[in-house]
């Protein structure tokens, strides 16, 4: 087989290998990888690896129980079955299989582990590149309706280990917004909404959205304000 893919301990050609649609890593990126080289079938550096990819599991609170050895094994073998000298490989392991809740699924769920190898040149050391410079704004989009929340898991599973439904979010003293929802609040008789910018960018959900424009209808038609 020339390219190899492995899934909770069935292996077989990389394109004929299939996940399930409920995995937690589909539509919450819930999960940790790690990836690294190999070579006349060796992996590079395979306890460094292995090593952040546990730690990576531990963080994250992803119960994963194979043993360090056993997970090495596990990846040696899929570099035997393939037909490739070198190549990457590559392996995730997400929380596990169930309807999406933010909320960890229950403790019985096992974590589900994903290995597959594909082509990857060896980059020679004299090689010359060339480059560009961003600002590093990765974890500041909010704005976005990414696949990969797991900030939103942890804090949603914070406050349903102490018997809470919800998690408000804030920079400083900035509320920003829960874990799974918009937040709205009502104090003194006005009603608060976020602002409509955070760092310069819309952050506003669609709840706000909807009450601006029966605001704008309300005052339009009565002919007075309603404060925000």
């Not at 550096?45 to 546990?54: E, M, P, S, T």
């Not at 976020?194 to 029966?214: H, Q």
Request: charged share 25%; net charge negative; proline share 4%.
């Amino acid at each position: 087989m020339k390219y190899i893919g492995y899934y909770n301990g069935e292996i077989g050609p990389l394109e004929e290998m299939k996940i399930p649609m409920l995995g937690r890593a589909v539509y919450f990126g819930d999960g940790c990888y790690d990836a690294t080289t190999f070579a006349h079938n060796h992996i590079f550096a395979v306890k460094d690896h292995i090593g952040r990819f546990y730690n990576s599991c531990r963080m994250l609170e992803i119960p994963f129980e194979m043993p360090r050895e056993a997970l090495i094994a596990t990846l040696q073998q899929c570099i035997d079955a393939n037909e490739l000298d070198h190549g990457m490989l590559y392996w995730q392991c997400s929380r596990g299989t169930g309807l999406r809740q933010h909320h960890f699924l229950p403790a019985d769920v096992k974590p589900n582990l994903m290995i597959f190898t594909m082509p990857c040149e060896l980059i020679p050391f004299d090689r010359t590149f060339r480059l560009i410079s961003m600002e590093d704004t990765r974890f500041f989009h909010c704005n976005i309706k990414t696949l990969n929340l797991i900030p939103s898991v942890i804090a949603t599973q914070r406050c349903m280990e102490v018997g809470c439904q919800e998690t408000v979010l804030h920079r400083g003293e900035r509320v920003t917004e829960c874990a799974h929802s918009n937040i709205l609040m009502l104090k003194d008789g006005v009603l608060c909404i976020r602002a409509v910018e955070l760092d310069g960018k819309p952050v506003g959900g669609r709840n706000e959205a909807t009450l601006r424009k029966l605001q704008e209808a309300y005052t339009e038609h009565y002919d007075t304000d309603i404060n925000y």
